[in-house]
C-alpha cells in the first residue's frame, strides 16, 4: 500500500511563493508517475501539474503554466510542487498522486491509483 503525505501549505499573500513536498512510502517510488491536483471549496478537483518516473517530462495546466514547477528525486522518494507569484485563485487543497507505470517518460493528468489527505494552501489579496 503506498503512502502520500503532503506538506508545505498554508497561507500567503498575493505573489508569494509556497513549496509543497509530498514524501511517498509503501512501494517503488521510482516506479510511479506523479501529479498534483487541487480542489477549492465548491469546485470539482482539478490537474495541476504532473512529471514522469524519470523526471524527464512534466505538464502543467495553463492556469499554472510559467508560475508553478514540479520536480522529483527518487533517492528520497519525494516530488516537489515549487509555487510562484501566487494568486488568490490558487487557493485550495493541493493533492499529491501515484500511478505506477511500465514507462519511464508517461506523465497522467486523469487517473491516479493513491492519493495524500492534501495539504491546504491560502492566498490572500
Known amino acids: 500500500q503506498v503512502q502520500l503525505v503532503e506538506s508545505g501549505g498554508g497561507l500567503v499573500q498575493a505573489g508569494g511563493s509556497l513549496r509543497l513536498s509530498c514524501a511517498a512510502s509503501?512501494?517503488?517510488?521510482?516506479?510511479?508517475?506523479m501529479g498534483w491536483f487541487r480542489q477549492a471549496p465548491g469546485k470539482e478537483r482539478e490537474f495541476v501539474a504532473a512529471i514522469s518516473r524519470n523526471g524527464g517530462n512534466t505538464r502543467y495546466s495553463d492556469s499554472v503554466k510559467g508560475r508553478f514547477t514540479i520536480s522529483r528525486d527518487n533517492a528520497k522518494n519525494t516530488v516537489t510542487l515549487q509555487m510562484n507569484s501566487l494568486k488568490p485563485e490558487d487557493t485550495a487543497v493541493y493533492y499529491c498522486a501515484s500511478r505506477k507505470t511500465l514507462t519511464e517518460n508517461t506523465f497522467y493528468t486523469r487517473t491516479y491509483d493513491y492519493w495524500g489527505q492534501g495539504t491546504q494552501v491560502t492566498v490572500s489579496s
Open positions: 509503501g512501494g517503488t517510488f521510482s516506479s510511479f508517475a
